[in-house]
T-cell receptor, first 120, second 113 residues
Framework: DAGVIQSPRHEVTEMGQEVTLRCKPI?????LFWYRQTMMRGLELLIYFNNNVPIDDSGMPEDRFSAKMPNASFSTLKIQPSEPRDSAVYFC??????????????????FGEGSRLTVL | KNQVEQSPQSLIILEGKNCTLQCNYTVSPFSNLRWYKQDTGRGPVSLTIMTFSENTKSNGRYTATLDADTKQSSLHITASQLSDSASYIC????????????FGTGTKLQVIP
């Protein structure tokens, strides 16, 4: 398996622009997570999907952030409009344990390589 | 509030030496604890998982310990190699129902020749 695939790996954009990050989870995994990582705050859960349904989006910073999972093999995280404080590395992770809660109570999280976002 | 604290924040050691990273947590009720390794520019990768009944678990040169009474875990690296240079993140999961995992902020290890 190719693992969790994220794109783009790097994105540089100007404040106010729309940013779309993409994720393809590992085939067969039923849970998908979007995380944001910064030096100051470490890894933060943004949103968690189980069987393509958003279960917990309490970590989404504000209405400028939205995430979708139209099918089991694809998810997007959109920021519109982007701001400089959104600069971070955004990770997508998937897991295969049934009934998993927003961070894998027992299951291993498989992370993608991340999308490094810089908003100027 | 569930918290995971790691120490030290950063560490520099000579190649071949041993080191120990610490993790203290207040997550309750406890389910399991994982150590992840994150190479620069890469996503975290799980090294080991510890459940309540396990005290020690090894994965090659990595040995994790867990003291559920004091809510402490350690990751010991033996005979360090340059490729061990990375951030090591302690992740603790709560038991029962829907609970988020709690991430530590990591220890950045640099192994120098």
């Amino acid at each position: 398996d190719a693992g969790v695939i994220q794109s783009p790996r790097h994105e540089v954009t100007e404040m106010g622009q729309e940013v779309t990050l993409r994720c393809k989870p590992i085939s067969g995994h039923n849970s998908l997570f979007w995380y944001r990582q910064t030096m100051m705050r470490g890894l933060e859960l943004l949103i968690y999907f189980n069987n393509n349904v958003p279960i917990d989006d309490s970590g989404m910073p504000e209405d400028r952030f939205s995430a979708k999972m139209p099918n089991a093999s694809f998810s997007t995280l959109k920021i519109q409009p982007s701001e400089p404080r959104d600069s971070a590395v955004y990770f997508c992770a998937s897991s295969s344990r049934k009934g998993l809660a927003g961070g894998a109570n027992t299951g291993e999280l498989f992370f993608g390589e991340g999308s490094r976002l810089t908003v100027l | 509030k569930n918290q995971v604290e790691q120490s030290p924040q950063s560490l520099i050691i000579l190649e071949g030496k041993n080191c120990t990273l610490q993790c203290n947590y207040t997550v309750s009720p406890f389910s399991n604890l994982r150590w992840y390794k994150q190479d620069t520019g890469r996503g975290p990768v799980s090294l080991t998982i510890m459940t309540f009944s396990e005290n020690t678990k090894s994965n090659g040169r990595y040995t994790a310990t867990l003291d559920a009474d004091t809510k402490q875990s350690s990751l010991h690296i033996t005979a360090s190699q340059l490729s061990d240079s990375a951030s090591y993140i302690c992740v603790v999961s709560a038991a029962g129902g829907y609970q988020k995992v709690t991430f530590g902020t990591g220890t950045k290890l640099q192994v120098i020749p």
